[in-house]
């Protein structure tokens, strides 16, 4: 008998799937104390959790025999994801079922802040005040509504926007605009385009890209009087920001169900007048709650038999089968593709990988990692090594591999050539002795350098001063220079990798483009 081990409450339609099975024997430990959870598990097979229950070091140390963990939801952001592949545990999710719940919420949030319900609610409920002049809200017939992110939430949000015959915009770099435009919404690359929205609603996954994607100074752009909501992640629009704009009142209303620190109880955002808040119940409906529960426990009964890992996280071949020398060069082409579409922002259109020496005899395995590595950036969580080739096919990406010959002075090379609406940008990398993971090229240029830590690239027209301007900004910024790393090709073009302690403004990053040597200049993160 297999054994499922529960940590959180879920829908009792899960735990009578569970129980239905006859090789499955299964524990609901939803009301144990954490404490005790831990002295439980080293006896289960697969762990269903929630948001309750942490999958850190602890956890992990006492899970013994676990040979899968299913986080009944989408987020696994309490779950050590790299913990639990050195101890050979995968992790799954279910990022699909609360759509709708989702999308309906923002909905109920965007309404909220049209018409200012809760508050009038409050006013008559509690106060048992009779005021109708006091709460005149606009309508959202004919207002502009921007969408950051139209992926299977926004999209939605947007049809049902669109019946309440508003006026959609959608910015998503990373879909074809078609996607979009074929609903009617109409689809920019222009940011500020939304910043002039009367509503902005936002459907990202947290990444270093959409962190405070909305700051001060996107507010600053803003119309007077703009109404935003978010129900996706915490963290997205800026706190700080967030609570001076509604203050002031540039920010009319918004509707806010997630937050940067959870529980939000002592949050100064629930101090002001004009924002509805809900405690992150972007899952919490009935239904919602039966299909998480359902598919988690399908997921459960698949990992605990051994015969599939729907929405693996971390599960990108046999381990086993793999030789020693090939599992830095899967990590190093990870780091690679995700590099390559934080430089080359925009929707991907092919990934090219080509291999020379040994490891071209795993271009197929290299190139699942590329995908979840160049994805990632604008999926974050959502992409996985099981869908990430099926979501590629989806956004119609093409995708290619070769071998070339061994001409280089490198035993093993791999190179990455990504393509997206706006360039192609091609990287190329190798392993050293002791697993050192370096890259050597990007475009023709050489370079030597380790993929890791915070990045700023800068392309120049190769002559004199251009190393001290970048210095000197740095410097009247109060950055630190870690290192900095040149090279240059026979056209007359180079390329400064300039390695930095801390993350660098939009205005730090603008100053640099605006340098008259300067073709091009983006950051990253690795």
């Known amino acids: 008998m297999k054994k499922v081990i529960v940590c959180d409450t879920i829908h009792p339609k899960g735990l009578a799937l569970l129980g239905s099975q006859d090789d499955i024997e299964y524990v609901d430990a939803s009301q144990v104390p954490k404490d005790e959870l831990l002295q439980m598990i080293g006896d289960y097979d697969v762990a269903i959790t929630r948001s309750s229950t942490d999958v850190d070091a602890k956890f992990l140390e006492n899970a013994t025999q676990m040979k899968a963990i299913v986080r009944a939801g989408v987020g696994v952001d309490n779950v050590d994801i790299e913990g639990c592949s050195r101890n050979g545990i995968i992790v799954m999710n279910v990022p699909t079922a609360n759509t709708i719940a989702a999308v309906e919420l ?7 802040a049209a018409r200012s319900f809760p508050n009038a609610n409050n006013h008559l409920k509690l106060d048992r005040v009779w005021k109708r002049e006091k709460w005149y809200g606009i309508e959202l017939k004919d207002k502009k509504l921007g969408i950051i992110g139209f ?5 939605r949000v947007g049809k049902r926007a669109l019946a309440f015959e508003m006026d959609v915009i959608a910015y998503d770099p990373y879909i074809e605009p078609s996607k979009a435009t074929e609903l009617g919404v109409k689809y920019t690359t222009d940011f500020d385009d ?3 929205c009367d509503f902005i609603t936002i459907h990202t996954p947290k990444t270093s890209e959409t962190l405070n994607m909305i700051d001060r100074e996107e507010i600053a752009k803003m119309k007077e009087g703009v109404r ?4 996706a992640r915490g963290g997205l629009y800026n706190e700080d920001a967030l609570y001076e704009g509604l ?4 920010i009319a209303y918004a509707g806010i169900d997630v937050f940067v620190k959870e529980p939000a109880i002592d949050n100064k955002l629930l101090d002001l007048d004009n924002i509805s808040v809900t405690p992150h119940l972007g899952a919490n409906t009935l239904e919602s709650q039966e299909k998480i529960a359902t598919q988690a426990a399908e997921q459960a009964i698949s990992a605990a038999r051994g015969t599939s890992y729907p929405n693996a996280l971390n599960l990108p071949i046999v381990e086993s089968e793999v030789p020693e020398f090939v599992k830095p060069y899967l990590d190093l082409t990870q780091k ?34 590329a995908l979840v590595g160049a994805l990632s950036e604008s999926m974050g969580e959502k992409i996985n090594y099981v869908n990430a080739e099926f979501v590629a096919k989806e956004r119609g990406i093409d995708l290619d591999t070769k071998v070339v010959s061994n ?23 190798t392993v050293f002795s002791d697993n050192i993971e370096k890259i050597v090229n990007i475009d023709k240029i050489k370079l030597d350098f380790k993929p890791k830590g915070k990045m700023i690239f800068f392309s120049n027209k190769d002559k004199p001063g251009v190393i001290a301007d970048i210095s000197r900004i740095m410097s009247n910024n109060g950055i630190n220079i870690a290192d900095f790393r040149l090279g240059r090709d026979e056209s007359g073009n180079a390329l400064a990798v300039v ?8 205005d730090i990053i603008q100053e640099l483009r605006s340098l008259d040597a300067s073709n091009w200049v983006e950051t990253a993160n690795l």
């Open 407 to 429: 001409v280089s002075e490198y035993k093993n090379k791999i190179l990455l050539k990504l393509t997206t609406d706006v360039r192609t940008i091609a990287i190329g990398g």
């Open 336 to 369: 690679i593709a995700y590099l390559a579409a934080q430089i080359n922002k925009g929707h991907i259109k092919s990934i090219r990988l080509e291999a020379e020496g040994e490891i071209a005899s795993y271009l197929k395995s290299l190139l699942t990692f």
């Open 151 to 155: 992926g299977n939430i926004g999209s």
């Open 106 to 112: 923002t909905m109920a949030h965007m309404l909220a």
């Open 228 to 231: 935003l909501i978010n129900c």
């Open 247 to 250: 203050k002031s009142k540039k």
């Open 194 to 196: 939304i910043l002039a």
């Open 499 to 506: 390695l930095i302690d801390d993350i660098v403004s939009k």
